[in-house]
């Protein structure tokens, strides 16, 4: 599974670390889920995807 929260994030002018704030995560987190090294809990990829103004079937592409 991809994402475009990379992608997403920069075109509103947030760094990982406001994000992962935003969140109650660590930059960490947020690194690993861009480079798809970590698959988000549910609760945490809605929180994404409300926070980035977006659908979680927009945010996340699975590969098939």
Not at 22 to 48: D, F, H
């Amino acid at each position: 599974m991809r994402n475009r929260i990379r992608e997403l994030r920069k075109k509103l002018g947030l760094r990982q670390e406001d994000l992962a704030t935003s969140l109650g995560v660590t930059r960490q987190t947020i690194n690993a889920i861009e480079n798809n090294k970590y698959n988000p809990s549910l609760e945490l990829a809605m929180k994404l995807a409300k926070l980035l103004n977006i659908t979680i079937e927009e945010l996340f592409i699975i590969e098939e």
